[in-house]
């Protein structure tokens, strides 16, 4: 028969008592004492002559032996080292209390036999009677007879690890555990809409030996609740539509349901939705609006008993609408009055808005934080006037006026210093470089704001897995014994950044490839970047050394070089090497604003050119085409250019980013050391934007870039390798590399322009681990000297009708009907001018073997008149290419 805790508890208790008293009559034969090997002085009291434990049913346990004497605590008797113990009951009571208490034992007792020595003094020998608790030997969560379940065990399993409850195998039963795992299952079946679990337990005796159980929990989980309609009670200045626009979880099913949980009752989350009602009435004005729990409905239940459809009545109390009076800030010490009043949007006698109180209260807590006021909590008194706030009843007679006072105070607590900054998990990556990014100091105000960008900053480095603040990751903890000083620790997890790899891949711009590289930007754990890597493709092949310096002597100061050579084929249009070098010299500018010097030189060759290109008829009409692909200059330039440029970056992570921005600007100036002079500006603007709203998991992307170059001096055409273009998946994702800009109007040929606006948005959604899935829209077009950007096509008319516009392809000939005029007019649509935009999907992996990200990109191609392949053929609606890297 099973006993309760405290069944068992009160007949242990009533047994040693008695036993105490008068030798109880074991189970199992105790065995005797051992002859002593010295006997007590005659005349002694009555001495403890040995004590044994005897387990039942089988005189074998799962605890040690060492460990129930470490409870015993009465002094036994060594007849050998001439130690004799009286035989003291209380002490054996306190040791039947302890045994009890360990949890080991469901049942316990006491047998207390005579047992004189041979010299006639009396002695008691005492026995200790145990059955241990049975031992769980296996596990199982099973559904009722007939029904399936919805929740997978290892659902179970991970909540039940999260909150520290465990039924270990070979541990003893233990009911409360038992009722904290049911009561863990129910939670984990009501998050997902099953309220109305049952969870039994049993508990079967198994083969293998006494006291060994199979504990099984049988789950039903009942019918699904489904939320057919919402209603709202009480409601009067807000309709039913706007409230239930509040919910986020239970809310009835609509079209996007499949990514949510809405459409299901989730009793659990109910608090969170009725706060949020709340807050839009608070937002209102409504200060002492008040949600209720509430009332389930039946609507209707399937005929498989499965899904249970339901209408939730949720009671509102309204209130009035209130206008703030006073304005009040008390009990602020270290900032002044004025500063904190400044921080709150808000007029006296305008609607009261939670929303805008919320952001002053941020601002204040960010404006303490950065003087140390690490534990400051402003908080809000809202008075409405007239009203007894301790009953919620009218003071006086009458409507009282709709008007709430309301006041800040401030609870400062203390100004706290930073006492130790410890880091932990960088394993290769030295103190310094992390000591480095901290903009919180040791012995420094500890300033929240700056440990906040501390973690920016860190992440940026990328040598570690995104901080993002959770309690494993950062501690920050007052220093024991020492009063006003904080201890902060970070704990990191390297990434792996010291890499040999080698692999292969395909993209358009280097179409089949094979790679082998060496490659860190943790040289040595020391911060610095060093890579080696060898790349040979169908259509691309570089070899480039290079390494940087991010902190020389210390300071921040950046240094950097790398020498290459490049080749490149341009299908169907030319090959490209490039044999070169540049140096990098940067300085801080302000947080997050760098300035960087860079100078470059590089040798270009150009061969193997189309023979489209090398037509007598197009070089001819075309002699801007002749000395762009130095056809008279032997197919080389030199090219020596020093480029100032600054870059402002508070991206929050290389790899898969989610926040932050980044400016460029740049000029190269290219001229002395080289043979080509010409200017180039370039700019650039990333936005990163979590769209928390919808989910943490989703965030957007922005870009947009200029680029604009002119020869001068003795370069009067630029040679085609320094002409724009775009195209390609780091740019226009939908079309060929290189198809979109200026073209020749006789052979079709794109020869590029001298300046290309480019913008791009991509939606991000985190699928979890290395997998992003994204939609993408992307517009860009290119052009040349003395032409205008423009956002839809040109109409032109040209009278009278010439035969190269007749003869363009990328123009649209439409005949229109005689008029007045005596020559015939032809109507020509130029597309050449029109942004060209592509639109689509990509789904993006992270490949630690390459250490870039892959992509699959399906694209839809709105505007695509006037654009050729690679190959010369008219792009098409729909493209598939696969890439790598990122296109921003």
């Known amino acids: 028969m099973t006993l309760s805790a405290f069944s068992r508890l009160f007949l242990a208790a009533v047994t040693a008592a008695v036993t105490l008293g008068w030798a109880a009559p074991a189970a199992a034969q105790a065995p005797p004492c051992p002859d002593p090997v010295n006997l007590p002085p005659t005349g002694s009291p009555v001495l403890l002559r040995c004590m044994h434990l005897i387990a039942h049913p089988v005189n074998e346990t799962i605890v040690e032996q060492q460990t129930y004497d470490y409870y015993i605590k009465t002094k036994r008797t060594s007849s050998a080292d001439r130690v004799f113990a009286p035989y003291d009951e209380d002490s054996i009571k306190s040791d039947f209390w302890s045994l009890w208490r360990t949890g080991f034992l469901d049942n316990l007792w006491i047998e207390v036999i005579d047992e004189p020595y041979p010299n006639g003094v009396e002695a008691k020998h005492v026995v200790f009677h145990i059955e241990e608790r049975a031992r769980v030997k296996a596990v199982d969560y099973m559904p009722a007879l007939g029904t399936k379940t919805q929740v997978e065990t290892s659902k179970i399993e991970e909540q039940l690890k999260e909150r520290n409850v465990r039924v270990n195998l070979d541990s003893f039963v233990d009911e409360a555990t038992i009722r904290r795992v049911k009561g863990i299952i129910r939670e984990v079946y009501s998050e997902k809409g099953y309220q109305d679990v049952t969870i039994e337990h049993k508990l079967a005796e198994l083969p293998a030996g006494p006291k060994l159980v199979h504990l099984t929990f049988t789950i039903n989980q009942g019918p699904k609740y ?5 209603a709202f009670d009480g409601n009067k200045a807000f309709s039913d539509s706007a409230l239930r626009s509040q919910l986020k979880e239970n809310k009835p099913k ?22 949020k009602v709340q807050v839009f009435y608070l937002n209102k004005g409504y200060v002492r609006a008040r949600v209720g729990q509430p009332q389930i409905e039946t609507v209707s239940t399937s005929k498989d008993g499965k899904t249970r459809w339901i209408r939730l009545r949720i009671p509102v109390d309204e209130g009035v609408r209130y206008n703030i009076g006073n304005f009040n800030i008390a009990d602020n010490t270290a900032l002044r009055s004025e500063f904190i009043r400044a921080q709150f949007k808000i007029k006296e006698g305008e609607v009261y808005n939670y929303s805008k109180v919320s952001k002053g209260l941020e601002k204040v807590r960010e404006g303490y934080g950065m003087l140390g006021f690490w534990q400051a909590a402003p908080d809000v008194d809202l008075a409405p006037r007239g009203i007894d706030m301790s009953t919620g009843l009218p003071i006086g007679p009458g409507e009282p006026p709709p008007i709430v006072d309301v006041t800040i105070r401030m609870i400062e607590g203390k100004q706290f210093y930073v006492n130790k900054i410890t880091f932990l998990g960088n394993t290769t990556t030295h103190d310094n470089v992390a000591r480095r990014e901290m903009r919180v100091m040791e012995g420094g105000v500890f300033n929240t704001d700056a440990l906040k960008q501390s973690i920016r900053r860190l992440n940026q480095l990328g040598y570690f897995k995104p901080l993002e603040g959770k309690e494993d990751e950062m501690t920050v903890l007052p220093t024991p014994g ?6 902060i620790r970070l704990k990191f997890q390297e990434q792996n950044r010291n890499q040999i790899s080698f692999g292969a891949g395909v993209s358009q711009f280097d179409g089949f490839f094979g790679q082998l590289s060496f490659q860190t930007s943790n040289f040595l754990g020391r911060g610095e970047t060093f890579s080696v890597n060898l790349q040979k493709g169908s259509r691309a092949r570089q070899y480039q050394v290079s390494f940087s310096e991010p902190y020389l002597l210390d300071r921040p100061i950046t240094v950097g070089t790398d020498v290459y050579a490049r080749q490149f084929i341009y299908d169907f249009q030319y090959t490209q090497d490039a044999k070169g070098t540049n140096f990098v010299l940067g300085f801080p500018l302000a947080d997050y604003t760098r300035l960087f010097m860079t100078y470059s030189y590089e040798k270009i060759r150009v061969y193997d050119i189309n023979e489209a290109y090398l037509n007598p008829l197009v070089l001819g009409s075309s002699p801007i085409l002749r000395e762009s692909l130095l056809i008279d200059q032997g197919g080389q330039r030199r090219v020596s250019k020093i480029t100032p440029s600054v870059v402002y970056n508070t991206i929050n992570q290389p790899i898969f980013p989610n926040d932050g921005k ?6 190269d100036i290219a001229g002395l050391g080289g043979n080509t002079q010409y200017f180039q500006l370039r700019t650039e603007g990333i936005w990163y934007i979590p769209l928390e709203f919808i989910s943490k998991r989703v965030s957007l992307g922005l870009r947009g870039e200029g680029q604009w170059i002119r020869p001068y001096g003795n370069t009067v055409t630029l040679p085609i390798f320094e002409k724009m273009f775009l195209g390609g998946e780091y740019s226009v994702r939908g079309f060929d ?10 052979s079709n040929i794109v020869t590029g322009g001298n300046k290309s606006l480019l913008f791009n ?4 959604f985190n699928v979890g681990g290395p997998v992003r899935i994204l939609g993408f829209y992307d517009a860009g077009q290119v052009r040349d000297i003395r032409q205008n950007f423009a956002w839809t096509e040109n109409i032109t008319k040209i009278v009278p009708p010439t035969p190269p516009f007749l003869s363009d392809p990328f123009a649209t000939v439409v005949l229109t009907p005689p008029g007045t005029s005596a020559l015939p007019t032809v109507q020509v649509i130029d597309t050449t001018n029109a942004f060209k935009t592509s639109t689509g999907f990509e789904i993006r992996f992270f490949m630690p073997v390459l250490n870039v990200p892959f992509r699959l990109i399906s694209a839809y191609n709105p505007s695509r008149r006037g654009i050729l392949t690679t190959n010369f053929q008219p792009v098409q609606k729909f493209t598939f290419r696969f890439a790598v890297g990122t296109t921003f």
């Open 662 to 667: 980044r400016a460029t600007a740049s000029l």
């Open 761 to 764: 948005a991509e939606l991000y």
């Open 254 to 275: 609509n079209w996007y349901s499949f990514l949510t949980s809405s459409g299901t009752y989730l009793e659990s989350k109910f608090a969170d939705d009725a706060d």
């Open 226 to 230: 489904k939320i057919k309609a919402v």
């Open 737 to 746: 590399i290189r198809t979109i800009g200026p073209r020749d109007p006789f």
């Open 482 to 487: 020492k009063e006003g000083l904080v201890d």
